[in-house]
């Protein structure tokens, strides 16, 4: 159970119900972090201004920023936002391989971070 209200459109300001509406066009309902997020307006607002942002730059491609944003998911273990990019990706024409090489990249990579930090291994040595 959540540990704040997922709101409801009929909860929420008129301005916030246009925002609602925006989100349920775009993902078919608004998605729960969203609803829990519209318990503080200001920063609501904020945080969908930063993803709109981030999302909508064209610095990378979406394929690229989807694999970004599992591999970031995975790593801190939200069951929410792997399933959701795990089915962005396969929208977008992820493999199952594809998948499990990004899961690879994880083990492979942060592995050797480990390995490193625990052997004290700096750069240039």
């Known amino acids: 159970m959540p540990n704040v209200e997922l709101l409801e459109e009929n909860n ?3 301005e916030l119900k246009g925002i609602f509406l925006k989100l349920k066009e775009k993902y078919g309902k608004v998605p729960a972090p969203m609803r829990a997020l519209a318990n503080h307006p200001e920063y609501f ?11 909508g730059s064209d610095a990378l491609e979406m394929k690229t920023k989807l694999a970004l944003a599992y591999t970031i998911s995975v790593l801190n273990n939200c069951e929410f936002c792997i399933t959701m990019y795990a089915q962005q990706l396969r929208d977008a024409g992820f493999t199952d391989k594809q998948l499990i090489e990004i899961i690879a990249m994880i083990d492979a990579v942060g592995s050797m971070n480990h390995l490193n930090n625990g052997m004290l291994i700096k750069p240039g040595k």
Do not use: R, Y
Request: glycine letters at 0%; zero cysteines; a neutral charge.
């Open 45 to 55: 607002k904020i945080v969908l201004n930063k993803m709109d942002t981030v999302m």
């Open 12 to 14: 929420v300001s008129e």
